[in-house]
């Protein structure tokens, strides 16, 4: 059976922005049917909080097809101020250090209630992919948020 396995989320904060990274395991990435990481994180700002949701779906219709993923990210405070936001997501093997970037959104300006989905099909195009890790699949998600505090 499908399962993940997730860490900690790890939010650093930098001059003008907040990085916060999202890591989790997808273990046994062969067996998914329908699998989802899900994980609300407010910003641990002085000034404005802002708050998101994580949502990333994977799924297979069909035994034989390979998995695709749906990742969808929302705005969810309710913060009159405008931020820019950028995401990335990193799927790589920590033994073989084999690496693939799927998603890279450049900085965007988002108002509250703010969404942004993205559908990768497949999401490896092999399941003998290198990035499998004895079977289980490695993932870093990361939001970076600019210009809530300068
Ligand atoms: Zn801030």
Redesign the pocket.
């Known amino acids: 059976m499908a399962f993940i396995d997730s860490q900690p989320v790890v939010e650093t ?1 930098g001059e003008n922005c ?1 990085m916060v990274e999202f890591n989790f395991t997808v273990n046994n990435y062969r067996d998914i049917s329908s699998l989802d990481f899900i994980r609300e994180h407010r ?1 641990l ?4 909080g802002t708050e998101w949701t994580v949502w990333i779906l994977f799924q297979k219709t069909d035994s034989n097809e390979p998995v695709s993923c749906i990742v969808s990210i929302s705005r969810t405070d309710d913060e009159e101020i405008k931020v820019m936001v950028s995401l990335s997501m990193l799927l790589h093997n920590v033994s073989t250090l084999a690496c693939s970037d799927v998603l890279d959104v450049p900085a965007t300006k988002t108002a509250k209630d703010w969404e942004f989905q993205k559908y990768i099909d497949p999401l490896l195009q092999s399941e003998n992919s290198a990035i499998l890790n004895d079977g289980n699949l490695d993932v870093k998600f990361c939001l970076t ?1 600019f210009d ?2 300068e």
């Open positions: 904060i907040h910003i700002c002085e000034r404005f948020v809530c505090h």
